[in-house]
């Protein structure tokens, strides 16, 4: 009998979305994106990072970019018609999203939240996102995650970092 699922796996096992899940080691409790991908031995163009911010009307949303990029607050903010957003503080990641930092899935959060991904998914077939827990990657088609997540593509990363 294997480990238990994430709520991200298990919804898209009752989603019938076909899926592989990758399992990393990460001694300190947190490995950022690029480690993950060095350590799964992928491409870190199709490794995406799930980060989550707060606009000024207190709403939350979720913006899902390339772990080699830096979120453009400025462009994300525009997006969703705030003023300004900001990253939510590491503390608050689990009262709000049910996953842990570090392993926070775009899928099967506590709600679903306003999500965008990085525009340069399209140019891909697959990609992996956290499969809801740390040491935990989930690889699944770019649309069933933009299906899944009711997410809109965007362009979400300083130009600086678009060379993927």
């Known amino acids: ?6 709520n991200a796996l298990r919804l898209l096992d009752a989603k019938n979305i076909k899926y592989k899940a990758h399992t990393y080691s990460a001694p300190e409790g947190f490995l950022d994106g690029m480690s993950v991908a060095i350590q799964l031995d992928m491409d870190p163009a199709f490794v995406y990072k799930t980060l989550v911010t707060q606009g000024n009307s207190g709403e939350y949303y979720v913006c899902v970019i390339p772990v080699s990029c830096e979120l453009d607050l400025k462009k994300a ?4 018609g705030e003023k300004k957003l ?26 679903l939240y306003q999500t965008v991904v990085d525009q340069t998914v399209l140019k891909k077939d697959v990609i992996a996102v956290s499969g809801g827990k740390v040491g935990l990657q989930v690889e699944l088609p770019v649309e069933a995650l933009l299906e899944i ?9 300083f130009q600086g970092t678009k060379g993927i």
Do not use: N, Q, R, W
């Not at 903010?77 to 969703?80: N, P, R, S, Y």
């Not at 990641?93 to 709600?111: A, L, V």
């Not at 997540?149 to 990363?157: E, F, G, R, Y």
């Open 149 to 157: 997540t009711k997410a809109h593509t965007v362009d979400l990363v």
């Open 86 to 111: 900001e990253m939510i503080p590491a503390k608050e990641i689990t009262k709000i999203t049910g996953y842990k930092k570090g392993g926070c899935s775009p899928i099967g959060m506590k709600k």
């Open 77 to 80: 903010a525009k997006h969703f």
């Open 1 to 6: 009998m294997g480990e238990p699922k994430t």
